[in-house]
């Protein structure tokens, strides 16, 4: 019964936060995105006092059920876990090891020491939920957009608007990279070992693990009961249950209930803890043990809390358009809402989420190795409408601050530099003004280039306390393959 719920609930949680990465019209997110703002870096990241310490509570109570129904990336491993067993035909096939402690601390160490010195790249790596979030969104996006496209090609002929075409492109050759190895890893762990990434590798694991192990509720053997049979080790897929011994490790446990149902004379229960009768020596070693454990927990705890204190291709059809290049920014542009590129580096976990949302393809994962993975902006395929606020909405860490649109439109995350070696009325004799027409702040105005002469060719002049950095001005210029007018980015953010 408890393993059919758990199996119910981890599936509704999966399939809803995938389809949260799949789904590039963003509507989703009005009713599921709470889903994402409940992944423990994210909340942790955000300061969701609240979520944290549900978690933790939730943890101390029931022990790792997180891990076993909220974590997407746990749920993955499951799923590849339980195809290499349907394709072997063997129901058991795991087996007892001892815990690699000193791998798991290891890497939970690297991890807050990361956090500490603002590594954001290194904390989007180790995060559970944001590394299956760039598997979702580089690998699993495209195949959904085009069978999305196949759909809308199918409708046009049925003449039907039920459907309509997307584009798929790469937005960032070194996360799709990322996201290969990272899946890579994971189905090679998986499908030897079962949760092997959760009990050696994840940061998050790790830390619920310290608090597993004082959970209230946990399952527990029966040594009047258990003719040592095995069957509940080798259908533990996070080989923590010791049969010989008659122990479970709880910090490894993901109370997945599987021991429980491959029990056949009812020896492992889901109860009550129950306190140990012990002599002295062994007493003594115990508590030293527990106090050194919850310590090392409460501390990461204290830690980690103190941180975060501190295009199209052608014109009407007859002529070939070249594709812009993006041009040569001194200071990158990161979304309204991020209040500046500090605030962005150090809460962002690189999930992709914002990315997936952006209509417009504005956003995209940065290669920089300081913020890899992290949202930059980019306007050669659009701009960033003064409507749209979906990066704002979606965002699970704090990264992007939630905005309406009419705050948006007072924040200015840059400003347009105009180049005028590139500029059309000067290089090729013709009018333009694109950019004057377009801009939503009505910070650009054509005038003469030569003052002296009111029929000359008129070209860009920039109000810059009036200029947002959305990025109209940029993406509509027709000089190619460089605009002649771009967006310079600003370090911090202000309201104008």
Known sequence: MLRNLRIILATICFSLITLLFLDFSGTLHTWFGWLAKIQFIPALLALNTGIVILLVLVTLLFGRIYCSIICPLGIFQDIISRINTQRKKKKYRFS??????????????????????????????????????????????????????????????????????????????????????????????????GRTYCNTICP???????????????????????????????????????????????????????????????????KLRKRKIQ???????????TRKSFLSGIGILASTAALKAQEKKVDGGLAVILDKKIPNRLTPIVPPGAKGIRHLTTHCTGCQLCVTVCSNHVLRPSTELETLMQPRMSYERGYCRPECVKCSEVCPSG???????????????????????????????VTCGNCARHCPSGAI?????????????????????????CGACENLCPARPFSAIYVEGHKNHRTI
């Not at 608090?211 to 095995?230: A, G, V, W």
């Not at 009419?406 to 059309?424: L, P």
Request: aromatic share 8%; hydrophobic share 45%.
């Open 204 to 270: 998050v694991g790790t830390l619920l693990g310290l608090l597993s192990r004082y959970s209230l509720f946990r399952p527990t053997i029966d040594k009047e009961k258990c003719n040592n049979c095995t069957l509940c080790t080798r259908q533990c897929k996070a080989s923590c249950i010791n049969s010989e011994k008659h122990e479970i490790d709880y910090s490894r446990c993901v109370v997945c209930m599987d021991c429980i149902q491959a029990c056949r004379h009812n020896a492992i229960q889901y």
């Open 96 to 193: 007892y090891s001892p815990a690699l402690s000193w791998l798991r601390y290891t890497l939970l160490g690297i991890f807050l020491f990361s956090l500490l010195i603002e590594i954001g790249a290194l904390t989007a790596l180790l995060d559970p939920y944001s590394a299956y979030g760039r598997i979702a969104q580089n690998l699993f996006s495209p195949v959904w957009i085009w069978m999305n496209n196949g759909l809308a090609l199918l409708a046009e002929h049925l003449n039907s608007y039920a459907f309509y075409s997307v584009d798929v492109w790469i937005k960032g050759i070194s996360t799709l990279v990322i996201a290969l190895i990272t899946i890579i890893l994971l189905i090679i762990l998986a499908w030897k070992n």
């Open 399 to 429: 990264a992007i601050i939630k905005i309406s649109p009419a705050e948006k439109s007072a924040i200015q995350i840059g400003h347009a530099v105009w180049i005028k070696e590139n500029c059309i009325p000067l290089t090729d004799g």
């Open 279 to 289: 002599n002295k020596e062994e007493k003594k070693e115990g508590n030293n043990a």
């Open 445 to 469: 105005t054509m005038i003469p280039s030569d003052p002296n002469l009111p029929d000359s060719p008129k070209i860009p002049a920039i109000n810059i306390e009036r200029c947002i950095g």
